[in-house]
């Protein structure tokens, strides 16, 4: 190794009030330039084994990585933030999400981010949502963590860290919803519901739009000739445009809705838009004595619906606007009948098969 320097420290190393540090000029772009990587407080023997291990690297001038200056959480929240907001229609929930994991996290570096740490926030949310809503489901706590690892992945991609330090924290298992109305129940709901709710409920039973959808829509998406319902990008929610078709019963259903002039909304109420349905149909369900249903359900129906009906899996999506068989398949109710009628059209096949095998003249007819 060279000779030692002023300090009787080797070439290269040095010491001062907050322990030993690498120090080697490089040159870069043609200058030369000053390179200091520190080492801490540190045994003598240890650093002189970095110093050793990285000789090559300075006397190729391969300078090594200088320390990155340290990113804060909230500096990636608000990266994160303005992504959503340019992005995701629904951005607004990820700012009351950020909002829970700024409380709980503070301005730490992200770096400091252990699976650990994700583990308190998930017990603290635990205790903090248990009381007031009742326990927190498990896909209530998945959000939050997909919230925070989306905000780390940024950070990798913009490369403030070299890795996502959170990537191992497992989800929770989720019970997914499997609620659908059965005729007389849908019969019920529509008799107890308010006018301005009964129309908006029907057009959720049979096209499965989504709430935000069927609340936002303008006369103009409403095309009778080619029989379909126009959404713009801007208008889903998964910001693709998309195209519902609409049978008889709807077309009649929108031609008796009264247009109010100088409102292109399509559901009004005393003359403005509909913002929200929420108390109209907890009051509807109540006096249908419908318990355990949500609006949201409604496109479970029809999509199950479609499905019964022998649709593909393929149009029903295109129809819904899901993205991924992984999500739909969660809004594809298969109940007692689909079983019965599966158990039947066993035993039919199972009948012909046979019939067919004691009368093998009529198989050869047949043939």
């Not at 635990?126 to 919230?147: I, M, P, W």
């Not at 829509?217 to 910001?239: G, P, S, Y």
């Not at 929108?254 to 109010?260: E, L, N, T, W, Y």
Request: glycine share 6%; aromatic share 8%.
């Amino acid at each position: 190794m060279s000779k030692p320097n002023v300090h009787g420290l080797p070439n290269h190393l040095r010491k001062d009030g907050n322990g030993y540090f690498l120090d080697y000029f490089v040159q870069e772009d043609g200058v030369s330039k000053r390179k200091r990587v520190r080492l801490g407080h540190i045994p003598l023997a240890q650093a002189k084994l970095i110093l050793a291990t990285h000789m090559r690297a300075i006397v190729e001038q391969k300078f090594l990585a200088p320390e990155k200056p340290k990113v804060m959480f909230f500096d990636a929240v608000e990266s994160f933030m303005a992504y959503s907001r340019s992005r995701k229609k629904t951005h607004y929930s990820d700012e009351l999400t950020v909002g829970r994991l700024k409380a709980f996290f503070g301005n730490r570096s992200l770096d400091s981010f252990t699976p650990d740490l994700v583990e308190a926030y998930l017990v603290h949310r635990t205790q903090e949502g248990h009381g007031r809503q009742g326990k927190l489901k498990g896909a209530t706590l998945n959000r939050d963590v997909a919230c925070l690892r989306t905000i780390l992945r940024r950070a990798v991609l913009n490369r403030q860290i070299d890795r996502n330090p959170i990537e191992g924290v497992k989800r929770f298992k989720e019970d997914s919803r499997n609620r659908t109305l059965d005729p007389e129940e849908y019969q019920k709901l529509l008799a107890n519901s308010a006018l301005h709710l009964r129309s908006i409920i029907q057009v959720a039973y049979v096209t499965g739009m989504r709430r935000g959808e069927i609340l936002g829509l303008r006369w103009n998406q409403l095309d009778f000739k080619n029989k379909l319902i126009v959404l713009e990008a801007d208008d889903t929610k998964t910001q693709e445009k998309r195209e519902i078709p609409l049978e008889e019963g709807l077309i009649s259903l929108f031609q008796r809705i009264p247009r109010v002039i100088g409102c292109p909304n399509v559901f009004t109420y005393k003359g403005k838009p509909i913002e929200s349905v929420k108390t109209a149909f907890q009051d509807a369900k109540r006096k249908a004595k419908i318990g355990d249903f949500r609006f949201h359900d409604l496109r479970h129906c029809a999509i199950t619906n479609l499905r019964k009906a022998g649709v593909s899996d393929s149009v029903i999506m295109s129809i819904s606007g899901h993205k991924t068989h992984a999500v739909f398949r969660k809004y594809d109710r298969v109940d007692r009948q689909d079983r019965q009628t599966a158990v039947q059209r066993v035993r039919l096949l199972i009948d012909t098969v046979m019939t067919q095998a004691e009368n093998p003249a009529a198989l050869k007819v047949g043939g």
